[in-house]
Each structure stands twice: as C-alpha cells, then as structure tokens.
C-alpha cells in the first residue's frame, strides 16, 4: 500500500461500517436517539450525561465552580478527577455544539465517532505493519471497533471508547519508536492517548508494548537496532505520559482518597462462557466481550495453517493471542491489567486489547495471500470448535447459532472465491461486509436490550427534567442557601444535569471522607458506596443550608414515561447560611445512630431516640443477635415495629439494610425501602407525625410501624428518630445569629464575612476532601465537614481549593514538553551538521 490513497479508503470504509452497524443495531433496539427518549439517559448510561452536561455549562460560562472545583455535587467536591476521567477526550468538546437540552443526543453522537475513529485508525495501522487489500483492512478495523466489548459495555462507558482508540494509535507510535520515525508526534500520540482516559490508555500501552515485542521479533532485527528501538517506545511513553500529568496526577491521587467501593476478589469466568462471548448475541456482565464476526475469528484461526506466512509471524501471533487470552483469566495478570487493583464493575475491562490483537492476526493472515483451502479448513475447525464449546454455556441465545452459522457460511464463500477475478473480489467483500455488519448489528440491539434491563430503576428523561430544571432556577439562592433537586433520580449526577446544589453525586473519585459522612449521617448509596443520594431530612438540610428541595411525585393513573405523569413541587425550609460559628472543640467522631450524629453536627439535640421491639405478622417477638445485640435479623415476609415517641413529633426511621417498604400505623404512606448492604444502602426515611390532634405536645405516644422485608436483612434495634421541629427551630435559629453574613464563592474557594467579635471555629458546610486550605494553612474538620479558627477580632474567613498533584503534575508537564523540545532542537542540529556544505 504504497501511498495515503487507499489508507484513507479503508479508514473510511471502517469507520461508514461502524456507523451503519451501530446505528441498525440501536433502531432494530428501538433504543436512543431512534426510540423514545424517556429512556436515553439509560441507553446512554446515566452517570456519564450529565457530566457532558457539566462540560456544557463550562464551555458556556453557566457552571457552579471550574475546571478544579464542583460546587454542584456531593455537596461540593473535586472536578480535576473528573474532568480528567470522563471528559478529557477531544470529541467530549463537540457537545458545546448542540444545544443543552439535547445533551443526550450530543453523547450519543460523540459515542458513535469514537468507535468510527477507532475502526478508521485501525484500518490505517494495519498495513502499516505489512501491506495488503485496503478494503480488507476496512473490513477488519471496522470488526475491532464493532467487537463486543465496545458496542456492548463501553458505548454506555463512553470515555473507555478513549482506549478503543488509543490501542492502534499507540501500536503506531511504537512503530515509529521502532523505524526512527515520527520522533515528535509519536510523544505527543503518547500524550493525547493518556490524557482522553489514563485507565484505559494503560491497558492500551501495555497492549502496545506487546505487538511491539512482536514486531521486532519477527521482523528479525539486529541486536543494536532492537535496543535502541525499545529506547526510543521507551523515551516516547515517558515523554508522552510526561506531557499529560497536570491531568494524571490529580486523577491518580484522585482514586486513592476515593471511597473503594466493593472488595470483589477475581474470579475467572468459565471457559464455556468465554467462547459463547465470541459469538454474536451474547450478554455477561462478568465475563469478556470478545465478539468480533465471524470473519475475523476464521481469519485469525487461519493464520496458523497459512503457509504462505513466514514461520515466526505464523506462530508467534497465534501464540500472543493465546496468551493474552489466558492472561485475562489468571489473576496475577488480571490484576496487571487492572492497575493492580480489581475494578468495582466489569472485570474484565482489556478485553478490547485482546480484540485488537485478534484483528492484527487476521490482517496478517490475509495480508502475504489469501488463505488457500488448507488454511481455511484448518480455521473453521478451530471456529467449530469454539461455537461447540459454547453450547455448554447459558449465554447462548436462540439467535446466537442462526447469527453464527451465516456468517460463517458467508466468510468462508468469499475467501473461496476472492481470487478468482475482480467481480469476485467485489462479491467477497460483499459478503465479509454483509456478514459482520448483520452480527454486530444484533449484537449491538441484544445488548441495548439488556442494558436496559440492567438500568431501568432509574426515573425516565424528558418534561420532569424540564420541570426539574425550571424549578432550581426559580429557586435558586446559591450561595445563600442551596436548593437540591430532590432524592428521585433519573441518574446518580442530577445536580449537574437539571441544576443546584445538592449532595447526591457517582464517580470514580467519589470522596470517602463524603461517603462515610453521609453514611454516619443516615444517608443512601447504591454502587458499593460510589453512587450518593441526596440526604431528604431537615436536620441534615439545616446543616448543609439546602433551603430550596424539590419533591417529584407521581400523577394517579398516568404512566411514568408520560409528559404529564410527574408533578415537581418545591419545599423552603429556614436554613443557616453556609458558614456558621461553633464553640471549639466539640465531638471528634461519630457514632453508630445517624440521629445522635446529626445532632453533633447541628449542635443541639432535636431527636427522642426510643427503644423499640419487632414482631413478626404472627406476633412473634424478633430477638437481637446475642448479648448486646445491635440489629433485628428480619427475613420475607410482614412485621410490626413499636416504639414510644413525643406526641406531634415527626418518627424517621433508619432501616439500611431493608429491601421492602414501611407504614406508620395503618394509613400512613408506604415508604420504600432499597438496601441491601453494603452494594445498596438505603436511606433515613421520613414516616410520618405521630400523635396528632388532641395530644398535648411531648406526651408519650405509641407508634407502630408496619414493615415489609422481600428477601433477608436487618432492621437496626434504633431505628426509630422522633423529631422535634420546635427544638430544630431554635437550633437553626441559634447557628443564624452565630452564621456569617456574606458569603461570597469563586471557582476554587469560598469567601465567609463574620459577624464583629466572633470567636470559636468557622465551619463550612463542604466535605473536607484533600486539597483544602484556610487561612494560608490546610484546613481542619470537624466531622467530616471544613473548618478554620476564627480569625482574632472576628473578621472574613478564606478558604482555597486545589486539587491534591496539580502542582507537581504541572512541573512534571512543563519539564516533559522542555525534555522533547531539547531532544528535537539537538536532533535538528545534528542533521543540519551532517548535511555537506554545498559551494
């Protein structure tokens, strides 16, 4: 392939292919943009939009915080992170281009040019490693950017796309490091790659580091020329990974103050398993994507029957795929692969490395000739194999085989006849097309279907957001006090997707000093503790000055997805403002009852905390696990719990580890209830008043609870909170007097104006997460929240925000960019020395 002509033809060919594939699959799916979009978000993956959303609203100037700070989430929390995880990628800029309303139509487009652009950099990768058909490598790269793993689990995860293409890209940096060409873009490849999305951009180098391994094996080069090419990938990777730290670094420090989510240990997938993923129409959560079409696998078997390939390529190629495979079920490997650490998700996320690898093979299979009939018997039966491997598998589904069959049938027709003449040729490309177009479609629309499945416990998208997003602006009070979207979801980031400030947030770099404030607070999570839901409680309202929250409620007889099947109303509520003066000291840590720790963090006891007893629907008392015993072991089934409470007084009750529903007495509203420790943690949950009309105030009043338990858990033996609001009042009323009078907020820092003659310590209803610093000096906490000493006589309060190693990540960038320019300067001179000097 001796010019950029027919390059550009098999890009384009790969990326069309891409396309037209995805897009079928998503319509035959009736999924986003052609279905209804009450369920985009979920098609999409709902914890990644509004992160667009985010970068929307920074492209246009309308973001609470910047590029280092999120005022909007979690209460306010780090956003370098999370920029540099989700939406460092340079398409993620496209969405500044559509309008923010139709974020999710934006996200979809950017998802599908990334798997377009990585089939195109594949198409034009592989015969750069050795010549051959340019529709063929279309063919092959538009197979590994349709492989299972990327229109299946990274097309809801669009910033794993990042590595979908880094993979090629970096194999070509390594070429050039190889040749001794490209000395100072392939750095910068380096850089954009780790940059887009360092997780996968690892898996992506380490990917790369193999194919290079192999290249410089069976290219068969001296001993010298092979150490000073593994210098040169070396110097490039260092340089490139250099140049990208001002946005690794944070990210890495990032995940190490993060909450850790689960502790899943590794455990391999059955091999029956994995062969039924090669084949179309398959779904797993915990097992390895590895569909790519039928073509491309017979291609890859083949290549170790193809004779007109030289001995090593024959051999070593199959044996890396081998061996890569193998690699993903051992878990010393597992975990090299994974940074050393196992996911809190899929485990198997470099699948798409061994798919790129698959497709290196198959090129080299067809690149020195077309198999002939021994190499294409030889490979079918290697492809038998596998599909009858995989018959032994559940993951097979009723079109798996069908799907099978006819691609295989249609590969092995046009390898047959590709030879025999043009109109051949143009047949056989036909068919390889057709057939890998037809599998990935059905695989993509299978796929969508259960991801849908898998997603659809969140609130639908469409007029509740629009009514969402109204009623934060008409509220809005930022940075008197905060208003909060309210606790139905409809993803794990609506602060940043319908506005305000509110204390439900998901990401990777989820703090933990935030998950286990909430949690001690009575607070909710699902993902392990990565996904925080919004605190729906007045105490913890008081102390964090949400004085605007929106409640979604359902409409009687309209359907969820319907545009008026939802009513957004808005509660006020007095709150303190966000900075308030407290006595020194105070409790250091928390305890176990979320009511007696919003009371330590409010400064005032508002709750009754009364004993209670549990019976089953039998009236069977439920005893407590041994001495002492802290929980009710409850099961399925119907139970009462009673307990003694002030008259008028509000009960909440405290149930983490319930999946079912609670009543108070027999007309109160049943209350739902989603835990299941520790993936789900459900939430402090308002019951009711109890004792009203004609009972004095604070005269003992019996409460009953009716509970419901679907499957096993725990019901805490102090699980009831009797909420005095008269008592909350005067508390709020004190934190006022005592609370600062201006508050004033930037993009990385907050600016508190105290009343004359304050003394004590300033707390500020923000998390403490590393990166703080007041005064000049890093801030202190005080139960997970920051705080400062007052200044003496009083005064104005000031706190900075920067991002742990943005700093250091910033020499380290500058200093890479000085090394390569050095580098480049000298190698330009050198050149020009040795140039002869013409009379």
């Not at 906490?781 to 400062?788: D, E, I």
Request: proline share 7%; hydrophobic share 45%; net charge positive.
């Amino acid at each position: 392939m001796p010019t950029s002509r027919p390059r550009l033809r098999a890009g384009s060919l790969a990326a069309l292919l891409t396309v037209a594939a995805v897009c079928a699959g998503d319509a035959a799916a009736r999924s986003f943009p052609f279905g209804s979009r009450t369920r985009s978000i979920n098609d999409l993956g709902n914890q990644f939009v509004p992160f667009h959303a985010r970068l929307w609203d920074l492209l246009h100037k309308n973001a609470d915080g910047g590029v280092l700070f999120n005022w909007s989430s979690g209460f306010g929390t780090s956003f370098l992170p999370d920029l540099g995880t989700y939406l460092t990628s340079p398409f993620a800029l496209l969405v500044g281009v559509f309008p923010r309303e139709r974020i999710d139509l934006a996200v979809y487009v950017v998802t599908v040019l990334k798997m377009a652009s990585a089939a195109a950099v594949m198409a034009v990768l592989l015969p750069t490693l050795r010549g051959g058909k340019w529709w063929a490598a279309g063919v092959l790269g538009g197979s590994y950017a349709l492989c299972g793993w990327s229109v299946v689990e990274a097309s809801y995860n669009p910033m794993w796309l990042d590595g979908l293409i880094a993979l090629p890209l970096l194999c070509l940096a390594g070429e050039w490091a190889r040749t001794g060409r490209h000395r100072v873009a392939a750095p910068l490849l380096v850089a954009l790659a780790w940059a887009a999305n360092f997780y996968t951009a690892y898996m992506a180098t380490l990917g790369a580091a193999l194919v290079l391994a192999v290249r410089m094996f069976t290219e068969r080069a001296e001993r010298p020329e092979v150490l000073r090419g593994l210098g040169r990938a070396a110097a490039t990777v260092v340089l490139g990974v250099g140049i990208a730290a001002p946005v690794l670094l944070p990210v890495y420090l990032g995940t190490k103050h993060a909450y850790p989510g689960w502790t899943r240990s590794f455990g391999p997938a059955a091999w029956t398993d994995v062969f039924a993923r090669l084949l179309p129409a398959t779904y797993s959560f915990f097992t390895p994507a590895l569909f790519l079409g039928t073509g491309t696998l017979l291609l890859a078997a083949a290549l170790a029957f193809q004779r007109s390939v030289p001995r090593r390529e024959r051999w070593v190629w199959p044996g890396l795929v081998v061996g890569v495979a193998l690699s993903l079920q051992w878990e010393p490997t597992h975990l090299l692969w994974h940074a050393f650490a196992t996911p809190n998700g899929s485990p198997y996320r470099q699948t798409f490395v061994l798919a790129g690898i698959v497709v290196i093979a198959a090129w080299i299979s067809v690149a020195h000739a077309w198999p002939d009939r021994r190499a294409l018997l030889g490979g079918a039966v290697v492809v038998g194999l596998v599909a009858a491997g995989a018959g032994f598998s559940d993951l097979v589904t009723p079109w798996t085989y069908p799907l099978f069959a006819a691609g295989l049938v249609a590969s092995v027709a046009a390898l047959a006849v590709v030879t025999k003449g043009r109109r051949f040729a143009v047949l056989a490309a036909v068919l390889l097309i057709g057939a890998q177009a037809g599998q990935a479609a059905a695989t993509t629309a299978y796929g969508d279907l259960q991801k849908r499945r898998r997603l659809d416990h969140y609130a639908p998208w469409g007029a509740r957001q629009r009514d969402q997003a109204a009623a934060v602006a008409k509220a809005d009070g930022w940075p008197r006090h905060r208003t909060d979207p309210g606790r139905l979801q409809a993803t794990g980031n609506d602060p940043l997707l319908v506005g305000g400030q509110g204390g439900g947030y998901y990401s990777s770099h989820t703090p933990a000093v935030l998950t286990r404030t909430l949690r001690s607070l009575g607070g909710g999570w699902t993902s392990n503790g990565r996904s925080l839901q919004s605190l729906d409680n007045p105490v913890t309202d008081a102390i964090f000055s949400v004085g605007a929250r929106l409640r979604s409620t359902r409409v009687p007889g309209r359907s969820v997805d319907a545009p008026d099947g939802w009513t957004v109303t808005t509660r006020h509520a007095d709150v303190p403002p966000l900075v308030t003066v407290r006595r020194p000291g105070g409790p250091a840590v928390y305890g176990r009852s979320p009511f007696r720790n919003q009371e330590k963090l409010l400064g005032a006891a508002v709750y009754t905390v009364p004993r209670t007893e549990l019976r089953t629907a039998a009236g069977t008392a439920v005893p407590t696990p041994g001495r002492g015993g802290t929980d009710y072991r409850v099961g399925s089934g119907g139970y009462t719990l009673t307990a003694t409470c002030p008259a008028r007084s509000e009960v909440y009750l405290w149930a983490p580890d319930l999946y079912g529903s609670a009543r108070l007495g027999g007309s109160g509203a049943e209350i739902a209830f989603k835990g299941r420790l520790p993936a789900r943690r459900a939430a402090v949950e308002r019951l009711g008043t109890i004792g009203g009309g004609s009972s004095a105030r604070n005269a003992p009043a019996s409460a009953w609870i009716a509970l419901t338990s679907v499957g096993e858990g725990t019901v805490p033996v102090d699980a009831v909170g009797c909420l005095d609001r008269t008592r909350l009042a005067s508390a709020v009323d004190g934190l006022k007097r005592t609370g600062a009078t201006a508050v004033h907020i930037t993009g990385h820092g907050i600016r508190a104006v105290l009343p004359p003659g304050s003394t004590g310590t300033a707390v500020i209803a923000v998390p403490r997460i590393a990166g703080w610093s007041c005064q000049g000096r890093p801030a202190d906490t005080r139960l997970g929240l920051l705080a400062t000493p007052v200044p003496p006589h009083g005064g104005a309060v000031d706190c900075v925000f920067r991002p742990p190693g943005l700093r250091a990540g910033g020499a380290a960038g500058v200093g890479a960019v000085l090394v390569l320019v050095a580098v480049t300067g000298w190698g330009a001179h050198r050149r020009n020395r040795a140039v002869p000097v013409r009379a």
